[in-house]
Structures are given as C-alpha cells and as structure tokens.
C-alpha cells in the first residue's frame, strides 16, 4: 500500500489556500472552500492510497475545483489565486 503523496501534499495546499484567502481579506466563503475541497481531495488521496484505480473521488474535486477556479479567473484576470489553482492538479 502506497500513500499518495501527492494528494496529500495538494488536498493541503487547497486547505491552506483557503485558509490564507480568510486571513488576508477577512472571506469566510474561502475558508469554507478551502476546507470543503481540501477535505475531499484528502479523502480522496486516502482511498487512492488504499486502492489505486479508485479515483472517483479525487477526480470529483479536482474537476469541480477547475471548473469554479477556472471561471474565476476567466472573470478577473488575476493569476493569484485562481490561475495557480486551475493549474496546480
């Protein structure tokens, strides 16, 4: 049994991401993203590194997550945050 390394480290970044965007300008809603979307990528880099072919939940939150940082960037133009997360999976 491999641990996913890699998930892990992004399920933290997604989280830290979030937790970074509440304490710069106060946003709840990233706060709450953060760790929703942290949360699941986490889980699901657990159920990668049980089962490797179980990717279901990890592609879940990684499409969702493209597609929400994907129109925000489109929207502001701005590579930080949205552009660096639309890229970082």
């Known amino acids: 049994m491999a641990v996913d390394?890699?998930?892990f480290g992004y399920a933290a970044a997604i989280a830290l991401g979030g937790f970074m965007g509440y304490k710069r300008k106060g946003s709840v809603m990233?706060?709450?993203a953060g760790l929703l979307f942290g949360?699941?990528?986490a889980y699901g880099?657990?159920?990668i590194s049980n089962d490797t072919r179980d990717v279901k939940m990890t592609l879940?939150?990684?499409f969702?997550?493209?597609i929400v940082m994907g129109m925000?960037?489109?929207k502001s133009g701005k590579l930080m945050?949205?552009?660096i997360m639309t890229g970082l999976r």
């Open 39 to 41: 949360s699941l990528s």
């Open 60 to 62: 879940i939150a990684s």
């Open 72 to 74: 925000r960037y489109r």
């Open 64 to 66: 969702s997550l493209f």
């Open 5 to 7: 390394w890699i998930g």
């Open 30 to 32: 990233s706060l709450i």
């Open 45 to 47: 880099a657990y159920r």
């Open 81 to 83: 945050p949205a552009g």
